[in-house]
């Protein structure tokens, strides 16, 4: 396993979780999470269910408060902010199952994702979110809760493009998705969120592999292993971070 | 003929009213899921700060509205404030049952300020009426439900055009994806609050131009308010409007053609009828699916 | 109501006393005092209507304005046209309150109770218009005169009165305590606190409110005759929303969980207002205040506020916080205590098998679950394991009748179960577990096990009410089958305590044993280990497992935590896209390429 480049250098940078402790109500789902995201750096966070992949990134934007532990962007702790107040910092949090709001047609969906600069300045960004998705062109003023699955993803993404954030967080992306949507959906993210660091939570590692540098395995609520994309290429070592055994994989 | 037109006018401007207090309750049910159940006694509290500053002091009608305004804004940020988030998202029936006990206090209190005498209100209102081809159009109930109109369409304009009015709609579908496009839970319910303490005093006003003004005046106008919500879905605000004017008419007519027991259990009839067949209304409908 | 409970009769001697106490003390009291206790009195026993139907069954109402008027016209009917006195009153008033308590409750077979709140405000507003209107009996505005009340031939003064109306909300309050303290209690703060535990315990929600709805109707309607002949003149004007608001308030200042607390509530509402007479106009606005006060920070009111200080100095106090889950060091728990089962045990009944074949569930459009076949045997632990979106808790629900089957059959023990509500599939034998936990908060964990056994109890409310033999024989059984599966699943020391002062590993527990305490003979477990440390995980499923050996249960585990699953389970099955995508013994399965590729992506 190589050496987790973030440790030692929490304050020149990025996003920094440390000793993450979480869970729902008494219920605990986060043991004691470290990572780290460097500027520019795109990390895919990957485990089975239940490992705590969600609830780490509803930790960072805000949506759980951390029990124990300290979160950082850039330096400045997040811990504490409310929701609102971490988008306002320049996190962007692109939710499990879109959460686009069905009643708001799509370009009101987007212009919602400007609420913090005052609704203002949002039509260069609602062209490069067009641009990127030519489907919701078509489906500029039909309300967002007709969309179909894939086209609720992009307008998701959209809103996150529109957001200007300094960070971005997706989660479970593909899910639900056919694999061809779930490539042109990864070929976008490497389009519009090019320099933003990014912290992508997938269920399916082999996709994420590709579009993502440095990957962290969660199970169990800790972070089992964490190294380069290309580490984590072979079935085994994946398997094994996943289930905990050591034997009965195929090799 | 003429007689069914006429209900239909009188119902109108009725239902003008009742559109305006709807639309108070359903702007509080469709953000806050709560029914408010001290809309009618705070809206009249505030109708009793406009006379009394209108009229028993002097000071005319333009500064009255304005304490009466300013009273309404501050009443709704204190309810947010002192009520409304210490009992956070929590149980939705503590919410109901506080609004409750504000409500008989915010009666007493009235009556400690204001006395329980019956007060003409005098508002600034033309009077007299017009004779179109047979229906008689009452001139003060025309101008308020004139008002009734603008009101309405100022609140939707607010909620369409403006930066907060965006958030509140984001807020009122999913809260959670609105706190992550950066609406602030707290801003957007304060301002819901308020917005709504400030129709329920213009449907004050304006039932007390036409009536009078006096404890709990307001309360039968708000079983009809609540009654058009329930028609309209509660958590439909063209819904409630809808629904206002509808209850606004069926009134007016069962007052001419109906025997009088059904014109006195009518909001009733309907609610219970509209909740067994319909309980998300004539004009609710499931949000649009969420995948 | 726990810590009453442990010694059985306490609270009831007490209540005497209490009720002798004024009694005593009513002799020396003048006529004006007197009707106010009297009124008290009354108003105790309209709280403690709510006690039943809000604070137990969670329905509030705003219509007990409209059954109180409905007993006081009972009591001025029959006294105008029978001779039938007093007596007879009471009896029409119980039933005309009863009856329309339960015509008010019937909504609630479909709507939802703040619809139902709504409702009952509508009643309330169209009942006083009746009374207006219905003159003949009511006088309509003007009122009526209601005579002096004769009991059994003989005249009662104010004070005899009194009298009477304190023995019968000694007999209401006793009725309305048995029928809490037992299974229908039980039931309604099921239902109140966790609908969709108690539906799939065999509960049906709506008749559970309508039957609420119908015991509080009968307690005001008896009240309602008291109330006639202690104002002795009443006017429809009396029967307004904000009365029925003030019942309401009542039940809630007093403590709405709590009978006595409707005592306290009558009251401070009731009798304080009088006391505070000298300060004229204001009391109304303390009232209110008070009431919000008490809204925003003692949400259980005066008593539930008392019991509180009661737990934390009275003689009775806990002196060290509960203790925590013991764990064995090992991480082979699940074997251990499969070893234990398999050694000293036999099965006391068999499990029943399942077979599911060909079913389809889509919700929108999504299909969740597509033409999905499985085959459990009896008395054999299947698991069920897949990405998320696989289908493995929609078909969960399917089996147990929360999810609606589009196409394809679902047997149990050979019975077709398609068009069975969730409530009469637990009769067949179907158990089942929730992923998020389901609790009843501010019961304990014994009351948890014993509502695990509502539809195996063996008594009605009949010999409830009455502590009959069945309810004494019922509850002692059921009382040693909880104590039983207390023990299995180690939460025999922690019976008393409540759910809501529990570590999450133990609430855990708990969820599970109140789904297995009744033995169901097909258990089905949606991911019990969720949330839990691994080795609180091991250890719940093993000694669920146990369990499930020691009363011979067949059972279907989802669950995330692969590597337990194949441990555990005979056979596994893996979903994907809501298909089988493998179904065989866990050391096959791990080695399949479609199952491998479900979890990794190809």
């Not at chain 3, 089957?405 to 050979?414: K, R």
């Amino acid at each position: 396993m190589a050496a987790d480049p973030g440790i030692g250098d929490g304050r020149s940078g990025g996003l920094v979780l440390r000793g993450v402790t979480a869970g729902y109500g008494r219920s605990s789902v986060l043991h004691g999470i470290d990572l780290t995201v460097r500027p520019g750096q795109r990390v895919a966070v990957l485990g089975p269910n239940g490992a705590g992949k969600t609830t780490t990134l509803r930790v960072v934007s805000g949506l759980v408060e951390a029990r124990t532990g300290e979160v950082t962007l850039d330096g400045g702790s997040l811990l504490g902010l409310r929701p609102d107040e971490i988008v306002r910092r320049g996190v962007a949090h692109v939710p499990q199952g879109r959460r686009v709001f069905p009643d708001f047609t799509v370009e009101e969906n987007l212009r919602t994702a400007a609420y913090t600069r005052g609704g203002r300045d949002v039509d260069d960004d609602i062209a490069m979110v067009l641009e990127a998705f030519p489907r919701l062109r078509d489906r500029f003023g039909v309300r967002a809760g007709f969309l179909s699955g894939g086209e609720q993803q992009m307008l998701a993404i959209g809103r996150a493009v529109v957001q200007r954030p300094r960070l971005v967080l997706i989660d479970e992306m593909s899910l639900g998705l056919a694999p061809i949507l779930i490539k042109e959906l990864y070929s976008r993210l490497d389009v519009l969120f090019a320099d933003v660091p990014a912290v992508i939570v997938e269920q399916n590692p082999s996709i994420a592999l590709e579009h993502c540098g440095w990957v962290h395995v969660l199970a169990g609520g800790q972070v089992k292993a964490s190294g380069p994309a290309s580490e984590f290429t072979s079935q085994e070592r994946l398997m094994q971070a996943y289930t905990g055994a050591v034997e009965g994989v195929p090799s | 003929m003429s007689g069914l037109l006429q209900a239909l006018v009188t119902g109108l401007m009725t239902g003008g009213v009742y559109a305006l207090l709807a639309l108070s309750i359903a702007l509080i049910f469709k953000t806050m899921d709560t029914v408010n159940f001290a809309t009618a006694s705070m809206g009249a509290f505030c109708a009793f700060l406009f006379f009394q500053v209108g009229t028993v002091l002097g000071l005319g009608w333009g500064p009255g509205l304005l304490v009466a305004a300013l009273g309404a804004v501050a009443l709704g940020w204190a309810v947010e404030r002192g009520i409304v988030r210490p009992l956070g998202g929590g149980d939705l029936f503590r919410l109901v049952l506080a609004t409750m006990g504000l409500d008989i206090l915010l009666n007493n209190a009235t009556q400690i300020f204001f006395g329980s005498g019956v007060q003409n209100i005098n508002a600034p209102l033309p009077t007299g009426a017009w004779d179109v081809g047979g229906v008689t159009i009452d001139l003060t109930r025309l101008v308020i439900l004139a008002i009734a109109v603008a009101s309405t369409a100022a609140i939707a304009l607010v909620l369409r055009y403006t930066n907060l009015g965006i958030g509140m709609r984001a807020f009122a579908q999913d809260p959670q994806a609105a706190a992550l496009m950066g609406v602030p839970a707290r801003t957007v319910s304060r301002w819901t609050w308020i917005i709504s303490s400030l129709l329920g005093l213009v449907a004050a006003i304006m039932v007390a131009s036409v009536s009078v003004l006096s404890v709990g005046f307001l309360q039968g106008t708000f079983i009809s308010a609540f009654t058009a919500a329930v028609l309209g879905g509660l958590s439909s605000l063209p819904g409630a409007v809808a629904g206002g004017f509808i209850l606004g008419v069926l009134e007016a007519l069962s007052i001419s053609y109906a025997p009088r027991a059904v014109t006195i259990v009518l909001p009733v009839l309907i609610i219970l009828v509209v909740l067994m067949i319909r309980p998300a209304g004539l004009f609710g409908r499931l949000s649009a699916q969420r995948a | 109501m726990s810590a009453l409970r442990r010694v059985p009769g306490k609270d009831v001697v007490i209540g005497l006393v209490v009720l002798l106490l004024v009694c005593g003390l009513a002799g020396g009291l003048t006529t004006y005092q007197v009707y106010v206790v009297t009124i008290v009195v009354i108003f105790t026993i309209i709280g403690a209507s709510h006690t039943v139907l809000f604070g137990a069954a969670g329905q509030p109402s705003v219509g007990h304005a409209a059954l109180l008027g409905a007993g006081v016209y009972a009591a001025v009917a029959v006294a105008a046209n029978t001779s039938w006195g007093l007596q007879g009153e009471l009896v029409a008033g119980v039933v005309v309150g009863g009856l329309i308590g339960v015509v008010i409750g019937l909504p609630s077979l479909r709507i939802g109770s703040l619809y139902l709140a709504i409702a009952t405000l509508a009643l309330c507003v169209v009942a006083q218009q009746i009374y207006f209107e219905w003159s003949d009996l009511t006088g309509g505005g003007a009122g009526t005169q209601v005579p002096p009340p004769t009991l059994f031939g003989s005249t009662y003064t104010p004070l005899g009165l009194l009298y009477i109306t304190l023995a019968m909300t000694g007999v209401s309050l006793l009725f309305a305590r048995n029928l809490l303290r037992g299974r229908q209690g039980r039931a309604w703060n099921a239902v109140r606190t966790s609908p969709l535990a108690a539906s799939s315990l065999g509960m049906s929600l709506g008749w559970q409110k309508v039957g609420a709805f119908g015991v509080s109707g009968a307690m005001v309607g008896c009240a309602g005759v008291l109330y006639a002949h202690a104002v002795n003149y009443v006017s429809p004007q009396d029967f307004t929303l904000d009365l029925s608001i003030i019942t309401l308030v009542i039940a809630i200042i007093g403590g709405q969980r709590y009978l006595w607390g409707a005592a306290l509530g009558s009251v401070f509402v009731e009798g304080v207002p009088e006391v505070l007479r000298a300060t004229g106009e204001f009391r109304y606005i303390i009232f209110g205040g008070v009431f919000v006060l008490i809204m925003l920070f003692f949400p259980e009111g005066f008593a539930g506020g008392v019991v509180m200080l009661w737990r934390r100095f009275g003689p009775g106090r806990r002196r060290t916080a509960p203790a925590a889950v013991e764990l064995q060091p090992t991480a082979t728990l699940v074997e251990a205590q499969l070893a234990r089962a398999t050694t000293d045990d036999t099965p006391q009944a068999d499990g029943v098998g399942l077979t599911v074949s060909d079913v389809r569930v889509a919700f929108g459009g999504v299909t969740a679950v597509d033409g999905v076949s499985i085959d459990v045997a009896p008395g054999s632990v299947v698991g069920l394991v897949g990405p998320n979106g696989a289908g493995k808790t929609t078909l969960l629900n399917a089996i147990s009748g929360f999810a609606p089957v589009e196409a394809g059959t679902i047997t149990v023990d050979g019975q077709a179960l398609r068009t069975r509500r969730p409530a009469q599939r637990r009769g067949l034998g179907v158990g089942r577990t929730f992923q998020n936990l389901s609790l009843h908060e501010g019961l304990t964990v014994l009351d948890h096990l014993m509502i695990g056994q509502h539809s195996t109890a063996g008594y009605g409310p009949t010999s409830q009410v009455l502590r009959l033999p069945p309810f004494v024989r019922g509850e002692a059984r059921m009382r040693a089958a909880a104590m039983e599966t207390a023990e299995i699943l180690g939460l025999a020391d922690l019976v008393d305590e409540r759910v809501e002062n529990l570590a999450y590993g133990v609430q855990k527990r708990v969820d599970v044993a109140r789904a297995v305490v009744a033995r169901p003979r097909l258990l089905l477990l949606d991911e019990p280990a969720a949330g839990l440390t691994p080795d609180e995980g091991d250890d719940l499923v093993g000694r669920v497992l146990v369990h499930s050996r020691h009363v011979g249960a067949t059972v279907v585990l989802v669950e995330h935590n692969i590597e337990l699953v194949m441990r555990v389970a005979d056979r596994v099955v893996a979903l994907n896209f809501g298909r089988v995508i493998a179904d065989d013994v866990p050391a096959v399965v791990r080695r399949q390429d479609d199952f491998v590729e479900a979890y990794l992506g190809s």
